[in-house]
């Protein structure tokens, strides 16, 4: 009955740990970016993002977030940022 309850405690703490390092490894909470002007969602994106993100994805995601159409950022719009965790 003791071996049960430890391997059910270890079992338990694997689970919640593996949660922990999951929920940690990245924000999964977007951001709000205000355009400058001259930005393009890609140059944005690029400043954003690591290096291992998917900057198409990223493009995308932004794009369809705020409803976006072809030319139609201007200064002073507020853009949600998907969080990089979320791509």
């Not at 969602?41 to 990223?58: F, M, N, P």
């Amino acid at each position: 009955m003791a071996r049960l309850a430890v391997l059910v405690v270890v079992i338990a703490l694997a689970v919640w740990l593996g949660v922990r390092v999951a929920t940690a490894s990245g924000s999964v909470e977007p951001v709000v970016h205000e355009v400058r002007a001259g930005e393009t969602v890609w140059g944005i994106a690029e400043r954003t993002y690591s290096a291992d993100t998917d900057l198409r994805r990223a493009v995308y995601e932004i794009e369809r977030l705020n409803a976006l159409r072809a030319g139609g950022l201007q200064p002073g719009d507020e853009l949600v940022l998907p969080a990089e965790g979320a791509l």
